[in-house]
T-cell receptor, first 111, second 113 residues
Framework: AQSVSQHNHHVILSEAASLELGCNYS??????LFWYVQYPGQHLQLLLK??????LVKGIKGFEAEFIKSKFSFNLRKPSVQWSDTAEYFC?????????FGAGTRLAVHP | NAGVTQTPKFQVLKTGQSMTLQCAQD?????MYWYRQDPGMGLRLIYY???????DKGEVPNGYNVSRLNKREFSLRLESAAPSQTSVYFC????????????FGEGSRLTVL
């Protein structure tokens, strides 16, 4: 069975700091990976996804993620965060046509 | 173009009562999903329907039933609500295929007393 583990539950950063959120997955087959974001009071939106090709994936709002197959990881990065990045971030893995989410990382960015 | 529409948005139930959450999408998507979101636990998949006429259990199916009424609609039923089912429920849909983006509804906040 597939599973997703997000290492950090809460992250607090100052504006302009760099961000890296960890995500590890467990799945035996060909994997498709996603990062979603949930801004306060809103539903989830797709940040980026990986399903093949270049393991470094670029998404919206300056986010990127790197798929490292040997480490079963798909970490999310952003070089310089903004206050508006305050949100909850979810990693997800697709297997057998069902999308399984991690527990989420709540990011707070202080001005 | 409404996307994914869920009703009701809020509901309070007493233990043992039943209710159905409705979900409809107008994007001609094949796959539909029901998740529950609880603090510190992320989104957990309850049931999904890969295509019209099929449904499958997700991570936490106990206490729930689903119906894929047609391609547009996917309902979630609580036959005998329990306090542990207090949560925010999200319906989502996507085109068939494992690379597709999920489109979410606005969520339904359910409280079971």
């Amino acid at each position: 069975a597939q599973s997703v583990s997000q290492h950090n539950h809460h992250v607090i950063l100052s504006e302009a700091a760099s961000l890296e959120l960890g995500c590890n997955y467990s799945y035996g087959g060909t994997v498709n990976l996603f990062w979603y974001v949930q801004y306060p009071g809103q539903h989830l939106q797709l940040l980026l996804k990986y399903f093949s090709g270049d393991p470094l994936v670029k998404g919206i709002k300056g986010f990127e993620a790197e798929f490292i197959k040997s480490k079963f990881s798909f970490n999310l990065r952003k070089p310089s965060v903004q206050w508006s990045d305050t949100a909850e971030y979810f990693c997800a893995v697709d297997g057998y046509n069902k999308l399984i989410f991690g527990a989420g990382t709540r990011l707070a960015v202080h001005p | 173009n409404a996307g994914v529409t869920q009703t009701p948005k809020f509901q309070v139930l007493k233990t043992g009562q039943s209710m159905t959450l409705q979900c409809a999408q107008d994007m001609n998507h094949n796959s539909m999903y029901w998740y529950r979101q609880d603090p510190g636990m992320g989104l957990r998949l309850i049931y999904y329907s890969a295509s019209e006429g099929t449904t499958d259990k997700g991570e936490v199916p106990n206490g729930y039933n689903v119906s894929r009424l047609n391609k547009r609609e996917f309902s979630l039923r609580l036959e005998s609500a329990a306090p542990s089912q207090t949560s925010v429920y999200f319906c989502a849909s996507r085109t068939q295929g494992r690379t597709g983006e999920l489109f979410f509804g606005e969520g339904s906040r359910l409280t079971v007393l």
